[in-house]
């Protein structure tokens, strides 16, 4: 018997701009993806911007 969950709600944020969704690399054990430090600027803009 497969059970369908109800009231199953799209998510509220986008990972499309995400910093790690742009990845330039990853490390080699761990495979942690490294954005690009054109993201990772933005991402620090973002952040600074939205500062309370």
Do not use: C, G
């Amino acid at each position: 018997m497969i059970f369908k969950r109800k009231n199953i709600k799209n998510p509220i944020e986008s990972h499309k701009t995400a910093a790690w969704a742009n990845m330039e690399a990853s490390k080699e054990i761990s495979n942690v993806s490294l954005p690009s430090e054109m993201q990772a600027d933005n991402a620090k803009d973002y952040v600074d911007q939205n500062e309370k």
